[in-house]
């Protein structure tokens, strides 16, 4: 197993921040916490610092590309890689949340190894 990290993930749908968590807390050890807004997950990056953020694109209250643009703009958060986790498959879209800083780009319905293997990269390096 690699080093615990901390993750956080920023979705509003249930299952999907489900079946993360049972994949990083559960079965690799990480600690897993969960925003279902974007307010909310920009209020716990600044919080807890977390090691990486997996962000969906569409949430209730603010897009995933504004909650990477809070993220990206302020100090005490920039440094956090932040990937994005969506249905949104466009390459237009991949490029804008490239261009706004994102560390990767993840599309739904996921492949939770490839996520798995790019995220506890980040611990090795």
């Known amino acids: 197993m ?10 509003d749908d249930p ?16 600690e897993v916490l969960i925003a279902n807004t974007g ?3 920009v209020s716990m990056a600044r919080k807890h ?5 997996l962000l969906d694109w569409m949430l209730p209250d603010m897009t995933g590309l504004a909650v990477l643009e809070h ?3 302020e100090n005490r ?6 990937h994005m986790l969506t249905s949104r498959s466009k390459m237009a879209d991949v490029e804008r949340a490239l261009e706004r800083g994102a560390s990767g ?10 996520i798995s293997t790019r995220i506890n990269r980040l ?3």
């Open 123 to 125: 611990v090795a390096a």
């Open 2 to 11: 690699t080093n615990r990290m901390k993750i956080l993930i920023v979705d």
């Open 39 to 41: 307010r909310g997950g």
């Open 49 to 53: 610092k977390p090691d990486v953020i």
């Open 77 to 82: 958060t920039a440094w956090i890689p932040v």
């Open 15 to 30: 299952a999907v921040c489900a079946v993360i968590r049972a994949r990083f807390a559960t079965k690799e050890g990480h």
């Open 105 to 114: 780009y993840f599309t739904k319905p996921m492949k939770l190894v490839e």
């Open 71 to 73: 993220l990206k703009g």
